[in-house]
């Protein structure tokens, strides 16, 4: 009965600390202090968002480094994982402390490292390694972000696919798709990943997350990616940088409950 009643308090206290600050962000964007003719109650900032210089460029670049992150940290982490839990049980404690470790590592300490390295270019001149940091570095694509995020979203992708591997029984699907004659692929492609669907979903949902909010490591290495174009643009113009940010939190918001959603109905038929 007390936790009936608690419950109620609890969310209550909850939406305050969220809502309040979201409130007061909002009302920067749509109240414009003053008596000239655009005082008052002018909500122009959300229409500059489109319009706006740049954002296109840092936010395709947000998406583009986040689709990599995604593909490349699935295809180290899921394999591991399933590996792992058929041949090697004894050795899960080892990767998912592999995994977690990044959450220790300070970021600012993160990229100072990963700028330390990108100083050993200059040795390496007379070697391949040079066209290697080279290409890793190139402004219209910084792989360099690519290979940071990975590292940051281990911790997420291990503990989002970890959720659903504990609600399978692997190595039962595993030997029965053998035996009825599956092959390697068809047992990953049409066993395996179709049931982690949930688990796959919020993995991917949650590096998106993570590199579309990262500013760090981004600013630091000094690539514009949408998080650093949002910090830019406040110096530019406050209203517009607040909108914008209302905006994509109100995006992730909505993807989040779609995946919620979805898995909801999945587990329903199930």
Known sequence: MARLTARPLILALGA???GVPMLAAFLFTVLVPGDGPDSGWNPSA?????DADGIGASLALSFGLAAATIVI???LTLPAMIAIRLSAPRLRPVLEVLCTLPLVVPPITFVA???RTLTWQEPLSATPLYTTFNAVQDPAFPFVLVIAYVVLALPFVYRALDAGLRTLDLRTLVEAAFNLGASWSQVVFRVLLPNLRSALAGACFL???LVLGEYTVAALLNYQTYPVWIVWSSGVDPQLSVAVSIF???LTWVLLLALSTAGARRKESL
């Open 16 to 18: 305050l600390y969220f």
């Open 46 to 50: 959300y229409g500059r968002i489109l």
């Open 73 to 75: 940290v699935l295809a």
């Open 113 to 115: 490292g990963i700028k």
């Open 207 to 209: 590096t998106l997350a």
């Open 248 to 250: 994509s939190l109100a």
